[in-house]
């Protein structure tokens, strides 16, 4: 109550203690009235919460473009407002400049007179608002990368990521949006959010709204229940094996269930797309995760009739166990962390290489995979860490770091596989603290005090928090254990840890020839995507985009031929390679050098102690029957990781 009001109302009761009511209340009814009408006018002045409305349009079908009107309410009175689009999204850890794929970008006021629009740098505008408080914002974005962190439409299907397609208001991602779509005939929508009205969605704030992939066109789509939560399978056709591809994913998704203590989620979606363009370069699957869905792309378009494969397996378990691991435990320096620009974290060796170990580890506890499977992804995993020479001098902490020089599109293009070696380390976290606590503890029991520690909207975790939770169910110190292998670049001790559960870990040196160079297949052929400096195929002017045609007498359709020329060349001998670079035929001398290489071997121990039939069955949950029985040869090879572009390298081809 303001200072003169006070004194209105004791000057009243002290001069006149005893006139009548009504006499009283004429006094009164002043000061009642300017409190009624200071609070309204009050209320009346209150600015209205800032929201975002978008609208996605698409004219029709085989348009590699979408149409995106923002239109922006509440913006408190302001000479300029910016908005801008993320340079990256969260789970693909690349700078990917959105704003490139961003065009014609124009603001109008609420009487829709134009406002002037400027760079402000290169994923910001700045628009002068001329006063308005309503603005709405037009502009085109290209759909033409067919990749699970980007933008692309085709005749029949697109897909669409958030965060390359929606601008934000520049200090304002906490404020709720709707997103509409309008979109050619016959053409649905789906997203993982709430859906009042038909293709029409609402999103609590930007973080929310860029984790939800988007898929428009003619698709079918699976619902069923698991462990009380709603699963969707969402696919641009029907899977021959539909109740293959149902049962694989109830099976691994009730395996994280038991191991997390239940899901985090009511409902969750897998999106199956497949990625036409790379019909024709053998099994391809990449994925991104987000908090309860993944999009995940695959080829040939017939995978999705295999659903039991290993590839297409890997990949899925992979994507659906971050939600857990990086959408909800996540390092500290993810957590709210800027879009504009690097989120550096030491942590990625965990969030995407122990997400690896459980991937498989899980579907091992489904019965998807056998042990043998797991054994054989360990063995390629060793073989390619131990050809690699960055081994001696990156470690997990580093690539972590510099992993967004290159991103996590390609593997080959970073100096060490934090997946790979991330999910090695995961296993022998596990053996050690399963080993230390007597049996007590495992690394699973990491995983769950974790998930309670650092919940969905907490601060996240640190390092330090990480090897803190490690020794208390170790009960042992193991920080020794981070400074070697994790922080340091040790050669891992997997010989002997290994040897605990069974595994036969043995290593031969190989001749073979090394040329520096790795490719990618298409439905256009054999294209070079990656030439390493101050080899031979940098020597004889190799370039990425480079289409090989013929490598002396054997012409090159495919990567299978590739690497029986490969397999023909000796060290110091030179080859013909015919290439077609733009519109330009040329003929490149290739002279191999001679190369060294470690061949790993891991075989399963036909008798186990009954301390490594024990320990063995603990990690994967087997039947005791089915722990004692002779190892069998596995015959897997494994074309994709989960989350990686598969590239195959002339530099570890024998």
């Known amino acids: 109550?303001?200072?003169?009001?006070?004194?209105?109302?004791?000057?009243?009761?002290?001069?006149?203690?005893?006139?009548?009511?009504?006499?009283?209340?004429g006094v009164w009814i002043p000061l009642f009235l300017w409190l009624f009408l200071t609070g309204t006018t009050t209320t009346l002045a209150r600015p209205e919460p800032m929201a975002t409305a978008y609208r996605v349009l698409v004219d029709k079908q085989g348009q590699n473009f979408a149409r995106v009107e923002?239109?922006?309410?509440?913006?408190?009175?302001?000479?300029?407002?910016?908005?801008?689009i993320?340079?990256?999204?969260?789970?693909?850890?690349?700078?990917?400049n959105y704003s490139q794929y961003l065009t014609e970008i124009e603001a109008f006021g609420d009487d829709q007179k134009p406002c002037k629009v400027r760079w402000a740098d290169k994923q910001t505008w700045r628009i002068e608002t001329a006063g308005h408080k309503r603005l709405t914002v037009r502009y085109r974005v290209h759909c033409n990368r067919l990749a699970v962190d980007s933008n692309w439409l085709g005749p029949h299907f697109g897909q669409l990521q958030g965060a390359a397609t929606f601008l934000y208001v520049v200090g304002a991602q906490t404020c709720p949006s709707t997103v509409e779509f309008v979109l050619p005939p016959d053409w649905g929508v789906s997203m993982p959010l709430a859906e009042p009205t038909p293709k029409k969605f609402v999103a609590t704030d930007y973080e929310s709204l860029i984790d939800a992939p988007i898929v428009v066109g003619e698709f079918v789509r699976l619902?069923?229940?698991?462990?009380?939560?709603k699963f969707t399978i969402l696919t641009i056709r029907h899977s021959s094996d539909e109740k293959g591809l149902q049962q694989a994913v109830t099976k691994f998704g009730e395996a994280y269930a038991d191991l997390m203590g239940g899901f985090p989620f009511d409902r969750y979606w897998f999106y199956f797309i497949p990625n036409e363009q790379r019909n024709g370069g053998g099994i391809f699957t990449e994925g991104l995760e987000h908090s309860c869905s993944t999009l995940i792309n695959y080829a040939p378009t017939a995978l999705i009739d295999k659903p039991t494969s290993i590839d297409f397996l890997i990949v899925t378990a992979h994507e659906f166990f971050h939600a857990w691991n990086v959408k909800r435990i996540r390092p500290k320096e993810l957590v709210g962390a800027s879009l504009a620009q690097e989120a550096y974290t030491p942590s990625l060796w965990f969030a995407e290489g122990v997400t690896d170990y459980y991937a498989l580890l899980g579907l091992v506890r489904a019965r998807l995979i056998t042990v043998e499977d797991f054994a054989n992804y360990l063995e390629r995993t060793l073989e390619n860490l131990e050809n690699t020479e960055a081994r001696r001098f990156v470690s997990l902490e580093d690539v972590s770091v510099s992993t967004w020089l290159t991103g996590t599109s390609n593997y080959q293009d970073v100096s060490v596989d934090y997946y790979g070696k991330g999910a090695v380390i995961g296993l022998l976290l596990d053996i050690e603290i399963r080993t230390r606590s007597g049996g007590a503890h495992s690394l699973d029991d990491v995983m769950r005090a974790l998930a309670q520690r650092f919940p969905e909207k907490s601060a996240g975790y640190s390092r330090e928090d990480l090897i803190a939770e490690v020794n208390r169910q170790a009960g042992a110190d193991l920080t020794d254990f981070f400074r070697r292998y994790i922080q340091g670049t040790d050669a891992l001790p997997c010989r002997e840890a290994f040897e605990k559960i069974g595994f036969l870990l043995q290593s031969d040196a190989v001749q073979t020839t090394y040329q520096g160079y790795g490719v990618q297949e298409d439905a256009q052929g054999v294209h070079v995507s990656l030439v390493i400096p101050a080899t031979p195929a940098a020597e004889a002017g190799f370039a990425v985009g480079d289409t090989i045609l013929r490598v002396n007498a054997q012409t090159i359709h495919s990567m299978a031929d590739l690497a029986e020329a490969g397999n023909s060349m000796k060290p110091a001998i030179p080859a013909k390679v015919r290439i077609k670079r733009k519109n330009e035929f040329k003929v490149l001398t290739l002279i191999p050098t001679g190369r060294t290489e470690t061949q790993i071997f891991l075989e399963l121990a036909p008798q186990l102690t009954q301390e490594q039939a024990q320990l063995r069955q603990a990690i994967f949950h087997l039947p005791a029957t089915m722990v004692q029985r002779a190892a069998l040869e596995a015959h897997v090879v494994w074309l994709a990781a989960a989350g990686f572009k598969p590239v195959v390298s002339l530099c570890e081809q024998g």
């Not at 001069?15 to 209340?25: A, D, E, G, I, Y």
């Not at 993320?86 to 990917?96: D, N």
Request: hydrophobic share 40%.
């Open 70 to 84: 923002m239109t922006i309410t509440g913006a408190e009175p302001r000479p300029n407002l910016e908005v801008a």
């Open 86 to 96: 993320p340079a990256w999204t969260p789970g693909s850890y690349e700078i990917l």
């Open 223 to 229: 619902d069923f229940p698991v462990r009380g939560a």
């Open 1 to 25: 109550m303001p200072d003169f009001a006070k004194f209105h109302l004791v000057r009243s009761v002290s001069v006149c203690p005893q006139k009548s009511f009504v006499s009283r209340l």
